[in-house]
């Protein structure tokens, strides 16, 4: 009925077999593109039945690019992820100066702030960045210092994930931690990274990693561990420069399940 010109799909591919499923009759009617990214490697050859089925695969991290262009080099195109400069931006020193009062209270404003946006999900290891951070605050306070705070925008009960409240009353960290648990606008995120002064991102399988692009955005550094397609963002491939704090993989997992065999975990 619709007559389209292009499907064109995003995201993992199991949420699309329903539609590689019947790609003979889809392709009567219009070609499949696909935005793609995928997590790590070893190339998983378990997909090459969906990338035969896509006329044109764009990857927007450069790791899957070099994976999926080595077997489909006539269809696979590298298109880097992009935001609008109005979307996210850096702020002033005054304009971050009022929003760390607001955001935090003026007993806070001169702190130092740390800043993690993700899902609550195991593999996003919240419950590993409350554990360091219990390391951190214990460092500073050897040193009689106490002016820092974990700022988490996050929901601290999903279920996807750890109980993060639980984990910060065990640990003793009520004090220097932040949930931010409504859902906001774009303009209220990008003053979240504007009153950080650095935003971390310490997940064990990553394809891309938006808190820390928007963080670069707004000019703020980012701790990033080397894996998936947030290796690019943590390390200029130019010149091999850190933009923040660039974290080495001192181990790796081979995991999987029925519907992803194998795929490693950094």
Not at 203 to 227: C, D, H, N, R, V
Request: aromatic share 12%.
């Amino acid at each position: 009925i619709e007559k389209p010109d292009l499907i064109f799909i995003f995201t993992d591919p199991r949420f699309f077999e329903w539609l590689f499923a019947m790609e003979d009759e889809l392709h009567q009617v219009c070609p499949v593109v696909w935005w793609h990214v995928w997590d790590n490697y070893p190339y998983p050859d378990y997909n090459s039945t969906f990338y035969e089925a896509t006329d044109t695969i764009n990857c927007h991290s450069y790791m899957t690019y070099e994976m999926v262009h080595e077997h489909f080099p006539e269809k696979t195109n590298f298109i880097p992820h992009a935001l609008p400069e109005s979307l996210f931006y850096e702020m002033n020193f005054q304009q971050k100066l009022m929003s760390r009062m607001q955001v935090l209270g003026p007993q806070n404003k001169d702190d130092f702030i740390l800043f993690w946006m993700n899902r609550n999900a195991r593999r996003k290891r919240p419950a590993d960045l409350l554990a360091a951070w219990q390391i951190f605050i214990e460092k500073i306070k050897a040193e009689g210092k106490s002016d820092a705070k974990l700022l988490l925008h996050t929901d601290p009960h999903d279920l996807e994930g750890p109980n993060l409240t639980a984990i910060a009353h065990r640990f003793g960290l009520n004090d220097s931690i932040v949930f931010s648990t409504d859902r906001i606008s774009f303009e209220k995120i990008n003053t979240l990274h504007n009153i950080a002064d650095c935003t971390i991102n310490i997940s064990y399988a990553e394809g891309f990693g938006l808190s820390t692009l928007e963080a670069m955005q707004t000019g703020t550094p980012i701790i990033a561990a080397k894996t998936g397609g947030q290796t690019r963002q943590v390390v200029d491939h130019r010149d091999g420069s850190h933009n923040g704090v660039a974290l080495d993989i001192d181990f790796k997992t081979l995991v999987g399940s029925q519907q992803v065999p194998y795929i490693y975990e950094d």
